[in-house]
T-cell receptor, first 112, second 115 residues
């Protein structure tokens, strides 16, 4: 059973377009992180959300945490080729002994 | 920000030999570290949880005698792939948990190729 559903799995867009990536679960998270990973490197932490309904912004990236703390979204405005990479959400589910559960990832390609 | 290092970044070994990968948290103490395996264009697969001063907890399907984990200090965990075979070739990534911030920070990964 996949505890954390991430969608879409692949996304190819033109420079300047907007996009949204979703992470959903039936479980409640004590916290949720978003990471970006480039080929051959480890994931880099972008943001942590903790409070239901929380919204965080990082330049052109907007992160939302659902009111019930079961889902989250990442919205990128005016995507640039430098945004290309694998985006991963990971949540600490309250009943999962503190381990992070990862979504399957979204491979984003932004074409110039 | 927090930094986690991994060594080596790349290793090529012959089938049947053993390889040790080190994971260090450089600016915080980590009582818990995690070891992941990642295949191309896929997400991270948790292999085991490394606990300082106690035995590692392995995920279902991961052979503990093949993937030996030692967490001897609050800043160092090691993963040893014993009697490596070509199917063990993969990208191995460690992470360290900052318990205060409840966040994980990842190492840069180790590309293992078994010939």
């Amino acid at each position: 059973t996949q505890l954390l559903e991430q969608s879409p799995q692949f996304l190819s867009i033109q420079e300047g377009e907007n996009l949204t990536v979703y992470c959903n679960s039936s479980s409640v998270f004590s916290s949720l992180q978003w990471y970006r990973q480039e080929p051959g490197e480890g994931p880099v932490l972008l943001v942590t959300v903790v409070t239901g309904g929380e919204v965080k912004k990082l330049k052109r990236l907007t992160f939302q945490f659902g009111d019930a703390r079961k889902d989250s979204s990442l919205h990128i405005t005016a995507a640039q080729p430098g945004d290309t990479g694998l985006y991963l959400c990971a949540g600490v589910i309250i009943t999962n002994a503190g381990k992070s559960t990862f979504g399957d990832g979204t491979t984003l390609t932004v074409k110039p | 920000g927090a930094v986690v290092s991994q060594h080596p970044s790349r290793v090529i070994c012959k089938s049947g030999t053993s390889v040790k990968i080190e994971c260090r948290s450089l600016d915080f103490q980590a009582t818990t570290m995690f070891w992941y395996r990642q295949f191309p264009k896929q997400s991270l697969m948790l292999m085991a949880t490394s606990n300082e001063g106690s035995k590692a907890t392995y995920e279902q399907g991961v052979e503990k005698d093949k993937f030996l984990i030692n967490h001897a200090s609050l800043t160092l965990s090691t993963l040893t792939v014993t009697s490596a075979h070509p199917e063990d070739s993969s990208f191995y990534i460690c992470s360290a948990r900052n318990a205060v911030l409840n966040e994980q920070y990842f190492g840069p990964g180790t590309r293992l190729t078994v010939t």
